[in-house]
C-alpha cells in the first residue's frame, strides 16, 4: 500500500524528511494509487481549461488570494512572484492557505482549500513543462498526495481537473 495517501494530509501533514526509495514495490503501490483514484472520478468530458473558464474566483486587493493568482495565471499565462513564494512555502510547510500578507507573504486564511491545492497542481505541470525543474515535479507529487488523502467525495466536484493532473503526473514520471 502507498502510504502517503492513507491519511489525509491536510490535518496531519507529511513532512518526507529521509525517505528511504523502496523500490519496485513502492513505485508498483504509488501507481497503483493513482490509477485506483481516476477509476474512482466521474467520467465528464469537460476539458481543463473549460472547467478552468468556468471558476468564478475574485481578488481582494489588500491580501493575495491563492486561488485568484493560479488561476489568473493559468488563464493568462503572466506569471505573478508570489507562484515563486508559494512553490518555496509549500515546500516547506506542505501547506496553501487562501490568502496571504501582501508585503510579508504571511499567511492571513489559514485553510485547506483544496481548490488551491488542484489549482497549484496544475500550475506546477504548467512550470514543470516549460522549465523541466524537478523541483515543480516534486511538489506535484506531494500536492497529488494531499487531494488523493482527501474523501473522494469531497473532490468528485473537481474531477475534469484531478483526471487532468493525476494522469499528467504519472505520465511525466513514466518518462524520467
Not at 492557505?97 to 489549482?119: C, F, Q, T, V, W
Not at 504548467?126 to 515543480?136: H, I, V
Request: proline letters at 2%.
Amino acid at each position: 500500500m502507498y502510504k502517503y495517501t492513507s491519511k489525509n494530509l491536510l490535518e496531519n501533514p507529511e513532512k518526507y524528511y529521509y525517505t528511504p526509495f523502496l523500490g519496485q514495490k513502492f513505485i508498483d503501490s504509488y501507481i497503483a494509487s493513482r490509477t485506483v483514484f481516476l477509476k474512482n472520478l466521474k467520467h465528464e468530458n469537460q476539458d481543463l481549461s473549460t472547467w478552468t473558464e468556468g471558476l468564478n474566483l475574485s481578488n481582494n486587493t489588500d491580501v493575495i488570494s491563492t486561488g485568484y493568482v493560479l488561476w489568473n495565471y493559468l488563464k493568462t499565462n503572466k506569471k505573478d512572484d508570489f507562484i515563486n513564494v508559494l512553490f518555496k512555502k509549500f515546500e516547506v510547510s506542505k501547506k496553501i492557505h487562501s490568502s496571504y500578507d501582501l508585503k510579508s507573504y504571511r499567511p492571513i486564511k489559514k485553510n485547506g482549500n483544496i481548490l488551491n491545492y488542484i489549482l497549484f497542481g496544475i500550475v506546477l505541470i504548467k512550470l514543470y513543462e516549460e522549465s523541466r525543474f524537478m523541483g515543480y515535479l516534486n511538489s506535484l507529487l506531494k500536492i497529488n498526495d494531499i487531494i488523493i488523502s482527501q474523501d473522494t467525495e469531497q473532490v468528485l466536484k473537481y474531477s475534469p481537473a484531478l483526471k487532468t493532473i493525476i494522469t499528467k503526473e504519472l505520465e511525466l514520471v513514466k518518462y524520467l
